[in-house]
């Protein structure tokens, strides 16, 4: 299920669930993607509400190398009905992406979407909503605005106070014509350009990016801190 691009038919949405990072920050012997939630690994919470939005025709899913074989039988016993391709990811998240760009057709996608597969709280329709939002501009992401002052920092000492009115937290997903990512991202790689998120890389090809309100309730779980919150946050949804 992996190396061949896609050709299937146009416009067609296709969803790159990244999942290659191996999480040192959780302190945790696998990838933080395939620690267990409630029961269940992390990836698979998190592909569902991809699963339940119809807006949403294909998945393409960047694991680990060492662990695509683990994934795909994941997967299959699922099983994973839009799976379209799991993939070995690369050193950094950039790469990872790109990888998973080589597995589809420019031609055969009309909108791409980038999620981090370790936000499961994600609704089927903020992903719609994003959708639609990255059909008639171009390019869309669920944010969050900053609720706390945002102090800027050098050496400990506080060098000035940002304006949080006009400050976001990024989330995911991240929305784009396929056109634009594919030129954002070749662009970058010729380039040797990082970035954190998706939407830096189109940003700076001038192409502009909005916003769709996103929610406290879709966090990326990073820290251990953060695995406690999203045990609540199922016990809470799910009744138990």
Same mark, same amino acid.
């Given at each position: 299920?992996?190396?061949?691009? @896609?050709? /299937?038919?146009? !416009?067609?949405?296709?969803?790159?669930?990244?999942?290659? $990072?191996?999480?040192?920050?959780?302190?945790?012997?696998?990838?933080?993607?395939?620690?267990?939630?409630?029961?269940?690994?992390?990836?698979?919470?998190?592909? +569902?509400?991809?699963?339940?939005?119809? !807006?949403?025709?294909?998945?393409?899913?960047?694991?680990?190398?060492?662990? +695509?074989?683990?994934? !795909?039988?994941?997967?299959?016993?699922?099983?994973?009905?839009?799976?379209?391709?799991?993939?070995?990811?690369?050193?950094?998240?950039?790469?990872?992406?790109?990888?998973?760009?080589?597995?589809?057709?420019?031609?055969?996608?009309?909108?791409?979407?980038?999620?981090?597969?370790?936000?499961?709280?994600?609704?089927?329709?903020?992903?719609?909503?994003?959708? !639609?939002?990255?059909?008639?501009? $171009?390019?869309?992401?669920?944010?969050?605005?900053?609720?706390?002052?945002?102090?800027?920092?050098?050496?400990?000492?506080?060098?000035? *106070?940002?304006?949080?009115?006009?400050?976001?937290?990024?989330?995911?997903?991240?929305?784009?014509?396929?056109?634009?990512?594919?030129?954002?991202?070749?662009?970058?790689?010729?380039?040797?350009? *990082?970035? *954190?998120?998706?939407?830096?890389?189109?940003?700076?090809?001038? @192409?502009?990016?909005?916003?769709?309100?996103?929610?406290?309730?879709?966090?990326?779980?990073? @820290?251990?801190?953060?695995?406690?919150?999203?045990?609540?946050?199922?016990?809470?949804?799910? /009744?138990?």
């Amino acid at each position: 299920m992996a190396g061949k691009a @896609w050709t /299937g038919v146009s !416009e067609t949405n296709v969803a790159i669930i990244v999942a290659a $990072g191996r999480g040192k920050r959780i302190g945790a012997d696998v990838p933080k993607a395939f620690l267990s939630l409630a029961g269940e690994p992390i990836i698979l919470r998190t592909l +569902r509400p991809f699963e339940a939005c119809s !807006e949403v025709h294909r998945l393409v899913v960047v694991v680990p190398e060492d662990l +695509r074989a683990r994934a !795909e039988a994941m997967f299959a016993a699922v099983p994973v009905t839009k799976l379209a391709a799991v993939i070995a990811g690369g050193p950094e998240r950039l790469h990872s992406v790109a990888r998973a760009l080589q597995t589809i057709s420019p031609e055969a996608a009309d909108i791409l979407l980038v999620h981090d597969g370790v936000r499961p709280f994600v609704t089927p329709e903020q992903i719609a909503c994003v959708i !639609e939002r990255a059909r008639a501009v $171009g390019a869309a992401l669920l944010a969050l605005p900053i609720a706390e002052t945002v102090k800027e920092v050098e050496d400990e000492r506080v060098i000035g *106070t940002l304006e949080r009115r006009r400050l976001y937290l990024a989330q995911t997903p991240q929305a784009f014509r396929a056109a634009i990512l594919f030129e954002a991202y070749e662009r970058a790689l010729r380039e040797g350009v *990082t970035a *954190t998120d998706d939407a830096a890389l189109v940003e700076r090809c001038g @192409w502009p990016v909005v916003i769709v309100q996103g929610s406290v309730r879709n966090v990326k779980i990073t @820290w251990p801190e953060d695995l406690l919150l999203a045990e609540a946050l199922v016990r809470v949804e799910e /009744g138990k």
